[in-house]
């Protein structure tokens, strides 16, 4: 719901010789994460940490600007801090719950580069993510965990390394807040609650491919020249 009413803002990373060629058009990034995420008490809360995997996909429409979607999800090891929250609320009765949990997430957003021309280039990244924290129930299928579902606004920033014209590094740091307004079950959606706030930080490495970035004059011209 709150990805399909969404504006884009963000970004795509420069390289080395003609970046304005590169930029343009499709990139796969996969990444690895480390993530924290606070349930509930934002302000006082503590947050509870996990890895997972992440996927995104850009398109870049100029030298600058890269429009892109993600996805990810990681599994967190908790004390009981989400878990006390859902079951806290008087909407449903969800009997016993593991402490370990999973939170997915996907976003549309933009990427904005900085220094466009440069071998490193340093970015800046705003996103609208959507966010669900699922929970284990004992003896359900999976489809049927209750999960908490909301949205929010994640900002971050990071840097590419370029390796080649098609392949680069990148690491970033996101930060996202927002509220879960629904929770799921097997049989009923419940919004009439207070909505539950949440946060979470991010730090992620990942590797860029531009499979169909062109090469530059510069480039070409050197090879020719290496022939003769």
Known sequence: ??????????????????????????????????TGIIVGDVDDGEAEEGGGLGFRAGLGVSKTVTLYLSGGGARIDSDGGATGVVRDLEVADLGRLDDTYTVASGGIGAQFNLLPSGVVNPFLRTELTGTQVIFDAPGTDDRDDPRLVGGGLTLGVGAEVRLSRKLAIEAALHATGGRFDELQTRDVDYRNFEDVEFGSGQVEVGLTWRPWAKSSHRDRDRRRNRRH
């Open 1 to 34: 719901m709150l990805l399909a009413r969404t504006p884009f803002l963000l970004l795509a990373v420069a390289l080395a010789a003609s970046p304005a060629l590169a930029q343009r058009g499709f990139s796969f990034t996969p990444h690895v994460y480390g």
